[in-house]
């Protein structure tokens, strides 16, 4: 196997072990680990070391890692990259059993972000996340990451005999429309309790114990390389663990350097960003003081830190479709394969300007790869991400940047081999830096 299938390989690996941000974060925990990265509490007292590797973990579902530059933090400051663990999907919600006309039992789930629904149909699911169970410890419960590694559930179309418009469009009401079938009722099966029963089974708890959980859907099948000549990456997720894993992998994988490199991996970017562990709050400007008050640096040269560094915020961007070149800016059609893409806004739903998107062009050009430029159509709203809140929170430069995908939000989105370890390339020589 070539090295570009081998790379690929691996992220759609990582991708597949990490279905939701909880799951997520303790892929990303395993790898930091095998790289001698130690893990830092928040409720300890933190012991930086000059070149030591570290990561802190907010909430069981985001991450901060870095190594420790070896120069004066306020000299050298830091260098960023960001992104998100998390993914748009379905959640579960609590006593999730319906009762279907007497004949089926449907779970009842919420829809997490914007997924594009129609994608989820006809196709297994399993479900993962985390469960608290009641440890002795009101304050404490137990938390366990579960995992459903097989298929469980399926949300059915309406036959076309049924729906005649199948094909001309039709609104998938979120409530209605997108539940997903678990069993048929039987004799045996006790009605109600069937889900929390087999939750029970799989954690090896007593039903009684569980308390609570934060649990999802994701497609059971395994993502793939794809195309005549083993071009693309098919997978759920590639929202945004495919940053996620090019990130860290170009961290661990740094060698020491004067500046601190920092990779921050945000949970909840798809539901807005406002929560404890998303990219609207002090997470990462309390991590970021701490380091510099464990190396005995005070607040005003913290200020100063931060007035020396730069963030790359990474997101995945929309690539020229094939079926709808018209969907595009007349000028700039980033494709897939061509490079990592460099996103503007005039709103500043990106935030990327002259000079930053200046750095991310040189470091792409020191590295020796392609960049493209992604702007919408200037009648298209468009996304945004965690660049503009991060940017404004700590006061620092910052650019917006993607990977060209097609079918963003799709349960399978699709993206470029060569992009992948184009990033990876362009992260690497910006930590060298
Ligand atoms: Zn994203």
């Given at each position: ?26 892929s ?11 893990e830092?509490?928040?409720d ?5 070391e000059?070149?030591?590797r570290y990561?802190a973990?907010?909430?069981?579902s985001?991450i ?9 933090v306020?000299e ?11 993914s ?5 919600k609590p006593?999730?059993?319906i009762?279907?006309e ?8 919420e ?8 994608t ?9 996340g985390r ?6 410890d009101v304050m ?8 459903f590694?097989?298929?469980?559930l ?10 005649r ?11 209605k ?19 929390i029963k087999?939750?029970?089974e ?22 793939c ?15 945004d663990?495919?940053m996620?894993h ?6 661990v ?6 500046s601190t490199?920092?990779l921050?991996c ?9 929560t404890?562990?998303?990219?609207d709050?002090?997470?990462l400007?309390t991590?970021l ?8 640096i005070?607040r005003e040269?913290?200020?100063?830190a ?8 990474c997101?995945?961007g ?17 494709v897939?394969?061509r490079g ?6 005039a ?11 200046a ?21 298209e ?8 809140v ?8 910052t ?14 989105e699709?993206?470029g ?6 990033t990876?390339?362009a992260?690497?020589?910006y930590?060298k830096?």
């Amino acid at each position: 196997m070539d090295n570009k299938l081998k790379a690929a390989n691996e992220l759609i690996d990582f991708i597949y072990e990490s279905p939701n941000s909880y799951h997520a974060v303790s892929s990303i925990k395993k790898i930091l680990l095998e790289n001698g990265f130690s893990e830092l509490q928040d409720d300890d007292r933190w012991q930086i070391e000059r070149g030591g590797r570290y990561f802190a973990v907010k909430n069981g579902s985001a991450i901060t890692a870095f190594v420790a530059g070896l120069g004066d933090v306020s000299e050298k400051g830091f260098r960023m990259i960001g992104a998100h663990t998390d993914s748009p999907g379905f959640r579960i919600k609590p006593s999730p059993e319906i009762n279907a006309e007497g004949a089926y039992v449907k779970l009842n789930t919420e829809v997490y972000g914007g997924p594009i629904l129609n994608t989820w149909m006809d196709r297994p699911l399993a479900a993962a996340g985390r469960v608290t169970v009641e440890s002795g410890d009101v304050m404490k419960p137990e938390v366990m990451l579960v995992n459903f590694r097989k298929p469980i559930l399926v949300i059915p179309n309406l036959a076309i005999h049924m729906n005649r418009n199948i094909n001309t469009g039709i609104e998938l009401n979120r409530q209605k429309d997108v539940l997903p079938l678990m069993a048929t009722i039987s004799e045996n099966l006790e009605s109600g309790s069937c889900f929390i029963k087999a939750l029970a089974e799989e954690l090896d708890v007593p039903e009684k114990k569980i308390l609570d959980f934060d649990l999802f859907l994701y497609e059971y099948e395994k993502g793939c390389v794809t195309g005549i000549r083993d071009e693309f990456i098919s997978s759920g997720r590639l929202d945004d663990l495919l940053m996620v894993h090019a990130g860290v992998m170009a961290l661990v994988e740094s060698g020491e350097s004067d500046s601190t490199k920092v990779l921050v991996c945000f949970d909840n970017e798809e539901v807005g960003n406002t929560t404890k562990q998303g990219a609207d709050s002090a997470l990462l400007a309390t991590v970021l003081e701490r380091i510099t008050l464990s190396m005995g640096i005070g607040r005003e040269d913290y200020f100063r830190a931060l007035s020396r560094s730069f963030m790359i915020s990474c997101d995945l961007g929309h690539a020229l479709h094939p079926n709808y070149a018209e969907k595009c800016d007349p000028v700039n059609k980033p494709v897939i394969n061509r490079g990592p893409i460099i996103k503007i806004s005039a709103n500043q739903s990106y935030t990327t300007d002259a000079v930053s998107g200046a750095v991310f062009e040189g470091i792409c050009r020191k590295a020796g790869i392609p960049v493209q430029k992604f702007v919408n159509r200037s009648d298209e709203r468009g996304g945004s991400t965690i660049g503009p809140v991060t940017a404004s929170l700590l006061n620092i430069k910052t650019v917006d940047v993607g990977t060209a995908v097609l079918a963003m939000h799709s349960i399978r989105e699709l993206a470029g081999i060569d992009d992948y370890l184009h990033t990876i390339k362009a992260f690497a020589e910006y930590y060298k830096i």
